[in-house]
């Protein structure tokens, strides 16, 4: 079965672009979380939603960052506009059934912003 | 409030020696617990998970943690490393509201 795929896996941009990063869940999952690992903070939970809903993004950092999921098999994260600070791996996992359920996780997105 | 320490942001050890990787966590609730790997340019992959029951868990590659209630600890050990093992290693602990609290980390470097 495939897993979580992430689209692209390298984007480097100028500041003050829009990035839109992609994702699609494995199928049949119906939480679909968006995190952001650097080095200095972590891995940080910026998003999740359930059976497309957004639930809590209570992470995401700032205005300029939104996402969507218009249905079961897609998601978005949108940086607009884009900043220096802002670089970082964004990963997307998803997970079956309650939210103590492991998480599968993406190969990422590094999103390098100049 | 749920929350997961790891010992030791760098562990390193020999091939064929015993891996020891330490998690310690916080929970006002019967925890369920995960160890996740990273290998370079990859996601998060889990090892192995804790929900209820056995308090020796074991996962995929020859890893295995074991619960302890009274430490409130969820240890990460293999018995020999393979220099395959080399990677970063998560300590997550269910945090409520379906969210996963995950430790900082710890880069396990395998020398020959």
């Known amino acids: 079965d495939a897993g979580v795929i992430q689209s692209p896996r390298h984007e480097v941009t100028e500041m003050g672009?829009?990035?839109?990063?992609?994702?699609?869940?494995?199928?049949?999952?119906?939480?679909?979380?968006?995190?952001?690992?650097?080095?200095?903070?972590g891995l940080e939970l910026l998003i999740y939603f359930n059976n497309n809903v957004p639930?809590?993004?209570?992470?995401?950092?700032?205005?300029?960052?939104?996402?969507?999921?218009p249905n079961a098999s897609f998601s978005t994260l949108k940086i607009q506009?884009?900043?220096?600070?802002?670089?970082a791996v964004y990963f997307c996992a998803s997970s079956f059934g309650d939210g103590n359920q492991p998480q599968h996780f993406g190969d990422g997105t590094r999103l390098s912003i100049l | 409030a749920q929350s997961v320490t790891q010992l030791g942001s760098h562990v390193s050890v020999s091939e064929g020696a015993?891996?020891?990787?330490?998690?310690?966590?916080s929970s006002s609730v019967p925890p369920y617990l995960f160890w996740y790997v990273q290998y370079p340019n990859q996601g998060?992959?889990?090892?192995?998970?804790?929900?209820?029951?056995?308090?020796?868990?074991?996962?995929?590659?020859?890893?295995?943690?074991?619960?302890?209630?009274?430490?409130t600890s969820f240890h990460?050990?293999?018995?020999?490393?393979?220099?395959?093992?080399?990677?970063?290693?998560?300590?997550?602990?269910?945090?409520?509201?379906n969210k996963l609290i995950f430790g900082a980390g710890t880069r396990l470097a395998v020398h020959p």
């Open chain 1, 17 to 41: 672009q829009e990035v839109t990063l992609r994702c699609k869940p494995i199928s049949g999952h119906d939480y679909l979380f968006w995190y952001r690992q650097t080095m200095m903070r």
């Open chain 1, 55 to 69: 639930i809590d993004d209570s992470g995401m950092p700032e205005d300029r960052f939104s996402a969507k999921m």
């Open chain 1, 81 to 87: 506009p884009s900043e220096p600070r802002d670089s």
């Open chain 2, 18 to 25: 015993l891996v020891l990787l330490r998690c310690n966590y």
């Open chain 2, 44 to 71: 998060l992959q889990l090892l192995l998970k804790y929900t209820t029951g056995a308090t020796l868990v074991k996962g995929i590659n020859g890893f295995e943690a074991e619960f302890k209630k009274s430490e």
């Open chain 2, 76 to 97: 990460l050990t293999k018995p020999s490393a393979h220099m395959s093992d080399a990677a970063e290693y998560f300590c997550a602990v269910y945090g409520g509201y």
